[in-house]
């Protein structure tokens, strides 16, 4: 347990809770709801259990309870009271705080307990969209701003990497394919950030067509033997970080040259790189979405 992250800054709480930095302050001082360790230079420093309180009180007031009457409560009251509105309402921010919880002390049994409860009330899509999607692109941000480290995102990221594998295996088994057309996926050189595109391979399977995922860091010119064995591929690429901006207008280039010389073969970008594509001179069989659900409704 001693490598588990066990003091936060005031900003780590900030950035976890969504609860402003100058707010956690005044609580401190008129309610007493939390009290700060010092260091010698008198920065603060929080505990485990003031975020885990902090997250609950945040909870409760997105829930309409006011900030004077949880402090009336006593603590331990405080996340019984929380799993009581839990059961009866949507489930969303207390699965927010339970997931980041299971991050922060890299504790898996308490991420499948909550996958499982969210799975069992909404299935797999609605869970993943609602709840993780979001969750994931937090994550981000933690990373970003160092309020938590790249072991943290990686070990959150690995088991939802493992629920998607386990529900695209359990659809592929009892999926009937309904369509001729074929959809390759896969990722451009070097990229390796994979499960958007993991998720985006799902619905297309879903919706009854053939997926033929490739995966990691594919080379454009390794894509080119799929041509020798089916006329009609709509390629699907996620561009996260690569191609880099000072290249990926060559790299749509270069696909265009080797792949795109029949009709019947397109390709559908996604990706926060997609933004830098220079989309006045895409070919009409490039298309570009913003997100995974505009993507699903042109399948």
């Not at 922060?104 to 969209?129: C, I, R, V």
């Not at 996926?185 to 958007?196: A, R, S, T, W």
């Amino acid at each position: 347990m001693n490598n588990i992250k066990s003091s936060f800054s005031i900003k780590d709480l900030e950035n976890l809770t969504g609860i402003k930095a100058h707010t956690i302050r005044i609580w401190e001082k008129r309610y007493k709801l939390i009290e700060p360790d010092r260091t010698d230079t008198n920065i603060r420093l929080y505990s485990l259990e003031n975020l885990q309180l902090l997250l609950n009180i945040s909870y409760l007031k997105a829930n309409g309870y006011k900030i004077s009457k949880i402090a009336e409560l006593e603590i331990n009251a405080i996340p019984e009271l929380v799993k009581e509105i839990a059961k009866k309402d949507s489930t969303h921010n207390h699965a927010m705080s339970t997931f980041k919880l299971a991050m922060l002390n890299f504790d898996q049994k308490l991420f499948y307990e909550t996958y499982a409860s969210l799975e069992k009330e909404k299935g797999f899509l609605q869970l993943f969209h609602e709840d993780l999607v979001p969750f994931m692109g937090e994550i981000g941000l933690l990373w970003q701003t160092d309020t938590i480290t790249p072991a943290h995102e990686h070990f959150l990221m690995n088991l939802i990497r493992q629920k998607l594998l386990v529900s695209t295996e359990e659809l592929q088994s009892r999926n009937q394919i309904d369509h001729k057309q074929i959809f390759v996926l896969f990722l451009p050189d070097n990229e390796v950030h994979e499960l958007g595109l993991m998720l985006v391979n799902y619905e297309v399977i879903s919706k009854g067509y053939q997926a033929i995922y490739l995966g990691q860091s594919v080379p454009i010119d390794s894509l080119k033997d799929l041509l020798n064995y089916y006329d009609e591929i709509t390629f699907i690429s996620y561009f996260t970080v690569k191609p880099e901006k000072a290249h990926i207008n060559d790299y749509i280039k270069e696909f265009e040259q080797k792949l795109l010389m029949s009709k019947k073969i397109n390709l559908w970008l996604l990706g926060r790189m997609v933004k830098e594509i220079d989309l006045s001179k895409l070919n009409k069989q490039i298309v570009s979405f913003k997100s995974i659900e505009e993507l699903v409704k042109k399948l």
